[in-house]
């Protein structure tokens, strides 16, 4: 098991870029990184998640703005976040899963704020 720690939020005016960062006590080598969100009032959704080899997967509508990323030697994962709007407000989760276990690791969430 690995703690998760998200950085990188904060207010931004809509239109602009927010970068989200995910640091992991240990090695995520073998695992599937995942960024989730939930605003007050809403269902908590997946925004897009990588796999131990790479391969990205965006579910949603932030296909096409969003972009996850891995550097397995800083055990780190990144969300870089583009064209944002207020309807993205919300605590980013970050999400670490080992390959073939059913435990998940999440960290504590950051805050974005997306003003018009």
């Known amino acids: 098991q690995v703690q998760l720690v998200e950085s990188g939020g904060g207010v931004v005016q809509s239109g602009g870029s927010l970068r989200l960062s995910c640091s992991a006590s240990?090695?995520?080598?073998?695992?599937?990184m995942s960024w989730h969100r939930q605003a007050p009032g809403k269902q908590r959704e997946m925004v897009a998640w990588?796999?131990?080899?790479?391969?990205?997967n965006y579910p949603g509508s932030t296909r096409g703005r969003f972009t996850i990323s891995r550097d397995n030697a800083k055990n780190t994962v990144y969300l870089q976040m583009n064209s944002l709007n207020p309807d993205d407000t919300a605590v980013y989760y970050c999400?670490?899963?080992?390959?073939?276990?059913?435990?998940?690791?999440w960290g504590q969430g950051t805050q974005v704020t997306v003003s018009s």
């Open positions: 240990g090695s995520i080598d073998s695992f599937t």
């Open positions: 990588i796999n131990s080899g790479g391969h990205t």
């Open positions: 999400n670490g899963r080992k390959s073939f276990s059913t435990r998940e690791s």
